[in-house]
């Protein structure tokens, strides 16, 4: 049961995308263009900074109202969903670890959409295995000099405050440090743009740094937070992805509801065939047990109740069962569900990347695991 604002949002989100993201959605995809007007819109219906303080420009809500935004919004586009989920990710990690001068400085242009953030922790020797990254952050006075590569960066480019970790000090977890740098900061620059099979609207490049200057003031709480502050931020981006993900499965189904019925095969619509049907019951089936998943996941977080495990597992059985639909979706179209005539192509190549960002489903497993061990 969706409350007042939840519902009211649904209504926003739902209008904006079929009217603003719908219209050039094929065009936009097959061109790879992520039009910042649109996120800035998307800021201006109050989306963009959801569960950020009022203090910092944003909405002052709960990341239960920020899954059903994101779960609404990735029916018409998992990309701006994306960039919303990971600049809000970088907000809540800003807000939290950061101080009052910090978070003045960098939140409101967060929240109100007019800008994005990005969150750089990957590494091309160092990705499940976060804690082993290589990229170094030399104290020097008044700062330090960042040096090294980050790859797979959503929203690299075209975000403005970039969420760093580095090595200060020690190998392993515990000599890993957080920086916000800004972009356009000398020594740090794009590198290579990736070709993507899905979420082709939001770019994904390398981060370069050489011997890229951090003023100490732009440290996060202090040296050896990092990894801590990472795996927080994480938690949290799972619970997002899995909502983002429950709005793939939801566009998949619909659409294919609506294609069975309308489609005729033998004398009957194919909607009438038992084993279509029992597709498509499945489909629903799945969506809503994922759902349900994710929603307890945001209320545990929002009430202040720890669960790594619960977000770990709505990450998991969402994306999975997002993979799993929108394959049936393609299956129940036929041969036009291969072309581009039809959304259900698309949701399956989004669909694909949500099993593996904000740690695979491996890693998720690991993790279930590793609560189910310390529960018994």
């Given at each position: 049961?969706?409350?007042?604002?939840?519902?009211?949002?649904?209504?926003?989100?739902?209008?904006?995308?079929?009217?603003?993201?719908?219209?050039?959605?094929?065009?936009?995809?097959?061109?790879?263009?992520?039009?910042?007007?649109?996120?800035?819109?998307?800021?201006?219906?109050?989306?963009?900074?959801?569960?950020?303080?009022?203090?910092?420009?944003?909405?002052?809500?709960?990341?239960?109202?920020?899954?059903?935004?994101?779960?609404?919004?990735?029916?018409?586009?998992?990309?701006?969903?994306?960039?919303?989920?990971?600049?809000?990710?970088?907000?809540?990690?800003?807000?939290?670890?950061?101080?009052?001068?910090?978070?003045?400085?960098?939140?409101?242009?967060?929240?109100?959409?007019?800008?994005?953030?990005?969150?750089?922790?990957?590494?091309?020797?160092?990705?499940?295995?976060?804690?082993?990254?290589?990229?170094?952050?030399?104290?020097?006075?008044?700062?330090?000099?960042?040096?090294?590569?980050?790859?797979?960066?959503?929203?690299?480019?075209?975000?403005?405050?970039?969420?760093?970790?580095?090595?200060?000090?020690?190998?392993?977890?515990?000599?890993?440090?957080?920086?916000?740098?800004?972009?356009?900061a000398a020594g740090f620059r794009i590198g290579k743009k990736e070709k993507k099979m899905g979420w082709k609207v939001s770019p994904t490049c390398e981060l370069v740094f050489e011997n890229c200057f951090v003023p100490a003031e732009n440290l996060l709480r202090e040296e050896g937070m990092g990894f801590k502050i990472a795996v927080s931020a994480l938690d949290k981006g799972r619970i997002t992805i899995g909502a983002i993900a429950v709005g793939v499965g939801q566009r998949a189904l619909d659409e294919s509801v609506k294609y069975s019925l309308e489609r005729?095969?033998?004398?009957?619509?194919?909607?009438?065939?038992?084993?279509?049907?029992?597709?498509?019951?499945?489909?629903?089936?799945?969506?809503?047990?994922?759902?349900?998943?994710?929603?307890?996941?945001?209320?545990?977080?929002?009430?202040?109740?720890?669960?790594?495990?619960?977000?770990?597992?709505?990450?998991?059985?969402?994306?999975?069962?997002?993979?799993?639909?929108?394959?049936?979706?393609?299956?129940?179209?036929?041969?036009?569900?291969?072309?581009?005539?039809?959304?259900?192509?698309?949701?399956?190549?989004?669909?694909?990347?949500?099993?593996?960002?904000?740690?695979?489903?491996?890693?998720?497993?690991?993790?279930?695991?590793?609560?189910?061990?310390?529960?018994?």
């Amino acid at each position: 049961m969706l409350t007042d604002i939840q519902s009211e949002l649904t209504k926003q989100i739902t209008r904006f995308r079929q009217e603003k993201i719908e219209p050039t959605l094929a065009e936009d995809d097959q061109n790879e263009k992520f039009r910042m007007e649109i996120y800035r819109e998307l800021g201006n219906l109050g989306t963009t900074g959801i569960p950020i303080k009022e203090e910092y420009g944003g909405a002052g809500l709960f990341y239960a109202d920020l899954c059903v935004a994101l779960t609404e919004l990735a029916k018409s586009s998992v990309s701006y969903a994306v960039t919303i989920s990971v600049s809000s990710m970088v907000q809540g990690i800003i807000q939290e670890f950061g101080n009052p001068q910090q978070c003045q400085k960098f939140l409101p242009e967060l929240t109100s959409g007019q800008e994005i953030g990005a969150f750089a922790l990957t590494e091309s020797g160092s990705g499940s295995d976060a804690a082993s990254l290589k990229m170094t952050a030399k104290k020097v006075k008044g700062g330090y000099n960042l040096n090294g590569s980050k790859m797979f960066i959503t929203s690299a480019g075209i975000a403005k405050t970039y969420v760093v970790m580095a090595r200060t000090g020690e190998a392993g977890a515990k000599g890993i440090s957080a920086f916000i740098v800004p972009a356009g900061a000398a020594g740090f620059r794009i590198g290579k743009k990736e070709k993507k099979m899905g979420w082709k609207v939001s770019p994904t490049c390398e981060l370069v740094f050489e011997n890229c200057f951090v003023p100490a003031e732009n440290l996060l709480r202090e040296e050896g937070m990092g990894f801590k502050i990472a795996v927080s931020a994480l938690d949290k981006g799972r619970i997002t992805i899995g909502a983002i993900a429950v709005g793939v499965g939801q566009r998949a189904l619909d659409e294919s509801v609506k294609y069975s019925l309308e489609r005729s095969q033998f004398g009957q619509s194919i909607f009438d065939f038992q084993g279509l049907q029992f597709m498509m019951a499945d489909m629903a089936t799945e969506i809503a047990a994922s759902n349900l998943l994710v929603e307890r996941a945001a209320y545990n977080y929002d009430h202040g109740i720890k669960n790594q495990m619960l977000a770990s597992m709505a990450k998991l059985k969402a994306t999975d069962t997002a993979m799993k639909v929108s394959t049936d979706a393609v299956q129940i179209f036929g041969g036009v569900g291969y072309t581009c005539e039809y959304p259900v192509e698309r949701l399956m190549r989004d669909a694909k990347v949500l099993q593996i960002v904000e740690g695979t489903n491996q890693i998720q497993k690991v993790i279930i695991a590793r609560q189910l061990k310390k529960q018994y």
